[in-house]
């Protein structure tokens, strides 16, 4: 069973920068799609960004285009969001997710593996 921990939430002002990472147990997962989504309270959970296993594919809600950006390192099995200019509207609790290959969407549905999240709170 493949699990994933993400790292590297907390609570930051407006305008400052968190680096978010998502663990694999498994270093094979090179070919999976892995994306971070988000859930603020009374709120769906929502698609924040996505990556393909090459790399070359790399999908953002129209809400944080610009400010985040999505990578991610195989060989150490890790992906990464770094979240610049923050805002108050980003708090929420962010989760990993991986899923088969091919995945252009961030649906919640189509990603068979969660981590159990990290919160972000932008506040001043």
């Known amino acids: 069973q493949l699990r994933l921990v993400e790292s590297g939430g907390g609570s930051v002002q407006p305008g400052g920068s968190l680096r978010l990472s998502c663990q694999f147990s498994?270093?094979?997962?090179?070919?999976?799609?892995v994306a971070w989504f988000r859930q603020a309270p009374g709120k769906e959970r929502e698609g924040v960004s996505l990556?393909?296993?090459?790399?070359?594919?790399?999908n953002y809600a129209d809400s944080v285009k610009g400010r985040f950006t999505i990578s991610r390192d195989n060989p150490k099995g890790t992906v990464y969001l770094q979240m610049d200019s923050l805002r108050p509207e980003d708090t929420a609790i962010y989760y990993c997710?991986?899923?088969?290959?091919?995945?252009?969407?961030?649906?919640?549905?189509?990603?068979?593996?969660w981590g159990q999240g990290t919160q972000v709170t932008v506040s001043s």
């Open positions: 498994e270093f094979t997962v090179d070919y999976k799609t």
């Open positions: 997710a991986a899923g088969p290959f091919g995945i252009t969407s961030m649906r919640p549905d189509e990603f068979q593996y």
């Open positions: 990556i393909s296993g090459s790399s070359r594919l790399k």
